[in-house]
């Protein structure tokens, strides 16, 4: 991959406080966790529990220092410490390459999303927006919330083999506790201009704290077509914690060179190289 991560990635994470939370969504049926965030965490249900603080005070809390590079990078997250263990001895990390996948019945994807207050924050592996609530993902019978989203440059997950310029986590949480991600390519082509309303305030290179509020419609994120690959994976930062359901679409949406070239000034090589499968199938969704 291309990008490392840049010198950028030194500083440490400022959490801020996020005022808004989005929300979304509730509690488990399985496991555990967000998917990305640096910090999330959690690896008991009653950890999610409490929403607003969920990625902040889990990240305050457990992290150990790691990065994208170097000796606290991704070869090292499963050694750093005890609870990052899953890095290196999971059989059900993410991302990973989409190659062979079995066509086969899998239930639509129904966005219900919404405007909705969003805030913004840098945290030093990536920027995230958490929203408030309302943004609804229906998967069969089961209802997800959205919680919060956030990118990577360049993509995290491969298909045979080859990145996008960028990714796009919609990370859902329902009310059981179920993580579900859906992963979104982004390749360079149209400025998406809905997008304006985040990327007008990405933070800057002598100032990259960030916490701004703002409204956004999700559904600006997602391509027309909602065509997916399914598979059973982790949340691709440390602590790595396994039982998320992954939904990777299968048609990119577009930022502008000049867009994708703003975030990668602040942010670039902050994605995971890809996982093996350990005998996952990757399920497509035949529209
Ligand atoms: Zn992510």
Known sequence: MLLRRSSFFSISPLLLAVPLLLGGCGAPDSPQQLEREP????????????????????????????????????????????????????????PINIGDTQSTQLPPLSFDYHPAKIVLVYNGHTIK????????????????????????????????????????????RSEAGQIAVVGVFIHQGQANLALDAIWNYLPTETNKQLEYESVFNAVSLLPASRQYVAYDGSLTTPPCTEGVKWFV??????????????????ISGNNRPVQKLYGRRVLRHAD
Do not use: C
């Not at 998967?139 to 919060?148: E, I, N």
């Not at 048609?251 to 000034?265: D, G, H, M, T, V």
């Open 249 to 266: 679409l299968t048609n990119p949406i577009e930022l502008s060179k000049a867009q994708i070239e703003k975030f990668r000034r602040i």
């Open 129 to 172: 927006e958490t929203e408030e609530r309302g943004s609804l993902l229906h998967v069969g019978a089961t209802t997800f919330g959205l919680k919060q989203f956030h990118f990577h440059s360049p993509s995290e997950h491969t298909v045979n083999g080859e990145h996008f310029d960028m990714e796009v986590h919609l990370v859902h």
């Open 39 to 94: 910090a999330s965490q959690i690896t008991s249900p009653d950890v999610m529990s409490n929403d607003h603080h969920y990625f902040h005070e889990v990240e305050r809390s457990h992290s150990a220092e790691w990065s994208y590079e170097g000796q606290t990078g991704p070869d090292h997250w499963g050694d750093l410490t005890p609870q990052y263990v899953l890095a290196k001895n999971g059989r059900r990390q993410s």
